[in-house]
């Protein structure tokens, strides 16, 4: 995702503080084009606004990705910028409605950071194209928007496109923003992993582009209006599905969302639900029935009877209103899960990542929250300030924090073990929300257990070895990787902007301090060794109840003082981007020393034949021998040598045998 700029309230703009609702003016990058989101009800507070209800017209369908308006946005950072969006109605769709006409698009209104009860664009044009990303729209009309913000308006067609089938068909609109103030897209918030729902087209460094939304922003406010005949009829589609990664054995919920596609009223549904060999029939009747293109989402209760690590999950839905669904291509939602006793597991712990910056007005609140949580859960609850565009920020981008920056660009953010389809990325309050998230993500054992230790590794102390050991529960080939970050204590002081001074309500104690509080940093990141996590750090094949170490050395170079810092150890699924869990270490001045022998006789018998020794860039043999052995530290191979006296091998260190003799612990820079 390429840098956008966030606003999440209309108060920023005020002339007083920041209101305790509002998120923060974000500066991400130094380009000119970004985007800007507010989410305001009447009086400045975040909401939902009501969803359009038009009237009914016979033969008159209206079709949208949306929910409710929440979200204000606009590209580009200056005034008389060109703002496009669409959605796509896929080949599938135009499939199943071949022959019906698109007579209208309806969008919501913007609104004016200023005075957002105004809309101020009020010209669009709406266009329709096969392939927005080659092609000019092959069909446009003008229209008037409502000046009310928030508000739906109509623009129809003065000669009706017939849907193809098969022929995928974006349908948007394109207005230009008056003011750098005004926010043109309004969306749902609700997001999905989808192509379908929401695509902008923005400028950046000098050129355009479509880019998807929907991940991040959810759905575009804007419907479309189609008339036609003998259309589909008791038909729905699973829009997403939620299975649990991790359940107990026992019941459990689980969640799915379906659209209905049928031209007539949802009233019930059936579905099968299956947890491992198990299988279930279902039925629910909806309170109040669900339109056509309306979403609904069903909680179920199910049970899991075996423990053990993927078992499947899933559910398909069977029949609506009573009858066989007419289409099952879009009626399957399935996963895997883990169900662990907790007598089996490991205590977890729940990292927050927070992105923050000195020149954040609203970052104090994860600094308090990080305070609030350290003081209250000091054991299990790890916090890392990741610093962006201030003076705590770390240069060496190879080893930052530049990866979460460019997936979150709002500040505050924080990632909770980023689990973030869970718990998203935002900071609400002082303490409570991140209190809740970490209740609910401990409240789970974990399947991997880690422990750490910390040492200098010679006299001058400026490298630290970290030892981990990691055991597993079950026997499993999942993709495991060790993350190390390093933290530093006590760092500045520096002046934080603080948009909660003077306010009148409890702000985790910031509301006492000057709108530039001096401060004491703690939990600063300094250094990472690698953000998705060191690749061969843990077997591919691991068996329960063994413990595997992994080795690593951090520069201390990174740290402002070597007296008060903290290692982190976090186990990261590579293949979900989830950390299992975590560990933390402190180290100091106080650290002991264990340093490394640069030649080590490896013979088996006493007579030196060989040795060998870590130097810069591989390890120096030295002697004769048959045959050579060369591992990672966490025990797999890196490689086989019969001949040659030097290996070349990354920095790291390594366990090398000569001809079956004893190990040794190599150290290579």
């Known amino acids: 995702m390429s840098p956008i700029f966030v606003i999440a309230a209309a108060a920023i703009y005020a002339a007083a503080a920041y209101s305790e609702a509002s998120a923060t003016v974000t500066a991400i990058s130094e380009r000119q084009e970004g985007v800007r989101e507010f989410i305001v009800d009447m009086n400045g507070h975040l909401t939902q606004a009501p969803a359009y209800a038009g009237p009914d017209e016979e033969s008159v369908l209206t079709f949208r990705y949306c929910g409710d308006p929440v979200t204000g946005l606009a590209t580009g950072d200056s005034d008389d910028v060109e703002n496009?969006?669409?959605?796509?109605?896929?080949?599938?769709?135009?499939?199943?409605?071949?022959?019906?006409?698109?007579?209208?698009?309806?969008?919501?209104?913007?609104?004016?950071?200023?005075?957002?009860?105004?809309?101020?664009?009020?010209?669009?044009?709406?266009?329709?194209?096969?392939?927005?990303?080659?092609?000019?729209?092959?069909?446009?009309?003008?229209?008037?928007?409502?000046?009310?913000?928030?508000?739906?308006?109509?623009?129809?067609?003065?000669?009706?496109?017939?849907?193809?089938a098969g022929k995928p068909l974006y349908i948007g609109y394109k207005v230009t923003r008056p003011t750098n103030d005004d926010c043109v897209f309004v969306a749902d918030r609700i997001k999905v992993d989808n192509d379908c729902s929401f695509w902008v087209n923005y400028s950046l460094d000098g050129e355009r582009k479509w880019e998807n939304w929907a991940p991040i922003y959810g759905s575009l406010c804007i419907q479309v209006r189609l008339r036609g005949e003998a259309l589909p009829v008791n038909d729905v589609e699973i829009v997403s599905g939620r299975i649990p990664a991790q359940v107990p054995k026992g019941d459990f919920n689980t969640s799915f969302t379906i659209r209905n596609i049928g031209v007539n009223p949802l009233t019930s549904v059936g579905y099968v639900c299956k947890v491992g060999d198990n299988e279930v029939e279902k039925e629910y009747s909806f309170p109040t029935p669900i339109e056509f293109s309306e979403t609904a989402t069903i909680t179920e209760t199910l049970v899991c009877q075996?423990?053990?690590?993927?078992?499947?999950?899933?559910?398909?839905?069977?029949?609506?209103?009573?009858?066989?669904?007419?289409?099952?291509?879009?009626?399957?939602?399935?996963?895997?899960?883990?169900?662990?006793?907790?007598?089996?597991?490991?205590?977890?712990?729940m990292v927050m990542e927070e992105g923050t910056g000195l020149w954040c007005g609203n970052c104090p609140r994860g600094i308090a929250s990080m305070e609030y949580m350290k003081e209250k859960y000091p054991d299990r609850f790890i916090g890392i300030g990741a610093h962006y565009n201030d003076i705590m920020q770390i240069t060496d981008e190879e080893h930052?924090?530049?990866?979460?920056?460019?997936?979150?660009?709002?500040?505050?953010?924080?990632?909770?073990?980023?689990?973030?389809?869970?718990?998203?990325?935002?900071?609400?309050?002082?303490?409570p929300f991140v209190e809740s998230v970490f209740l609910s993500e401990t409240s789970m054992p974990s399947m991997a257990g880690m422990t750490m230790q910390l040492y200098y590794t010679d006299e001058t102390k400026s490298e630290i070895n970290v030892e981990t050991q990691t055991e597993f529960a079950f026997d499993n080939d999942k993709p495991f990787r060790?993350?190390?970050?390093?933290?530093?204590?006590?760092?500045?002081?520096?002046?934080?902007?603080?948009?909660?001074?003077?306010?009148?309500?409890?702000?985790?104690?910031?509301?006492?301090?000057?709108?530039?509080?001096?401060?004491?940093?703690?939990?600063?990141?300094?250094?990472?060794?690698?953000?998705?996590?060191?690749?061969?750090s843990l077997p591919t094949v691991k068996n329960a109840k063994v413990s595997y170490g992994y080795n690593a050395i951090l520069p201390v170079a990174p740290l402002a003082s070597k007296e008060d810092f903290d290692v982190v150890a976090m186990l990261v699924n590579s293949e979900t981007g989830v950390i299992e869990?975590?560990?933390?270490?402190?180290?100091?001045?106080?650290?002991?020393?264990?340093?490394?022998?640069?030649?080590?006789?490896?013979?088996?018998?006493?007579?030196?034949?060989?040795?060998?020794?870590?130097?810069?860039?591989?390890?120096?043999?030295?002697?004769?021998?048959?045959?050579?052995?060369?591992?990672?530290?966490?025990?797999?191979?890196?490689?086989?040598?019969?001949?040659?006296?030097?290996?070349?091998?990354?920095?790291?260190?390594?366990?090398?045998?000569?001809?079956?003799?004893?190990?040794?612990?190599?150290?290579?820079?």
């Open 84 to 164: 496009s969006a669409a959605i796509l109605l896929p080949g599938s769709l135009t499939e199943r409605y071949a022959g019906t006409e698109v007579m209208s698009v309806v969008i919501c209104s913007g609104f004016n950071v200023s005075n957002w009860r105004v809309n101020n664009v009020t010209d669009a044009t709406v266009f329709l194209s096969h392939d927005i990303f080659n092609d000019e729209p092959f069909m446009t009309q003008r229209g008037r928007l409502s000046k009310t913000s928030m508000t739906w308006s109509e623009i129809k067609f003065e000669n009706p496109y017939v849907l193809e």
């Open 400 to 431: 930052s924090y530049k990866k979460q920056f460019e997936m979150y660009s709002n500040f505050p953010h924080a990632r909770f073990n980023r689990n973030d389809e869970i718990y998203g990325v935002s900071i609400f309050d002082f303490g």
């Open 482 to 536: 060790i993350s190390l970050v390093l933290l530093e204590n006590g760092v500045g002081p520096y002046a934080q902007s603080n948009g909660y001074a003077g306010s009148s309500s409890d702000c985790g104690g910031w509301e006492n301090r000057d709108a530039n509080a001096v401060y004491m940093f703690d939990d600063v990141a300094r250094y990472v060794d690698d953000y998705l996590g060191v690749e061969n």
């Open 581 to 669: 869990n975590a560990v933390s270490c402190h180290g100091g001045e106080h650290l002991a020393i264990k340093e490394f022998s640069q030649v080590e006789d490896l013979t088996s018998d006493g007579v030196m034949r060989a040795s060998a020794s870590g130097v810069p860039g591989g390890v120096l043999i030295n002697g004769s021998y048959d045959r050579i052995e060369i591992c990672r530290t966490a025990g797999m191979a890196v490689t086989y040598k019969g001949a040659g006296a030097f290996i070349a091998l990354p920095e790291g260190i390594y366990i090398v045998r000569i001809d079956g003799g004893r190990p040794a612990k190599i150290l290579v820079r």
């Open 306 to 349: 075996d423990y053990g690590i993927d078992i499947p999950v899933g559910i398909t839905v069977t029949s609506v209103n009573g009858e066989p669904d007419i289409d099952m291509s879009n009626n399957i939602t399935e996963g895997l899960t883990l169900c662990l006793d907790p007598a089996q597991g490991y205590d977890r712990s």
